[in-house]
């Protein structure tokens, strides 16, 4: 029988996030469900490297570890909406500091490629 996700157990607190928000997409996708609710084709069109399918794997796995909420309109077409739930708010000061690390990310690798540019 396969292990179900809340049989793991982790060998620290940073595991236990890592296994909940890591992944290629999972960072993207919260950061941009932290300016409320989104629905499906905004995420795509807004994250145009990810694959539909990608995303929809990411979506499903956030939902099933109660961080986003997944609302479906009897409409056709479908409408669904995402967005974060009282529990995944708890990770905005996270995503919020990963933009932030990556912004100096961003502008350290201008530094080095403006110095190495320069020595040529």
Not at 3 to 26: F, H, S
């Amino acid at each position: 029988m396969a292990k179900r996700k809340y049989d793991y157990e982790y060998g620290c607190p940073v595991e236990a996030t890592l296994d909940v928000i890591g992944g290629k997409w999972k960072g993207v996708v919260l950061f941009r469900l932290l300016s409320g609710t989104v629905r499906f084709g905004e995420l795509r069109r807004s994250t145009p490297n990810i694959t539909q399918r990608a995303l929809t794997l990411q979506l499903r796995e956030l939902e099933r570890d109660e961080v986003i909420n997944r609302k479906v309109y009897a409409k056709v077409p479908p409408r669904v909406e995402y967005s974060l739930t009282e529990f995944g708010q708890g990770l905005e000061p996270i995503i919020l500091g990963m933009k932030e690390w990556g912004v100096q990310y961003y502008d350290r690798i201008k530094q080095v490629k403006s110095v190495e540019t320069a020595k040529k």
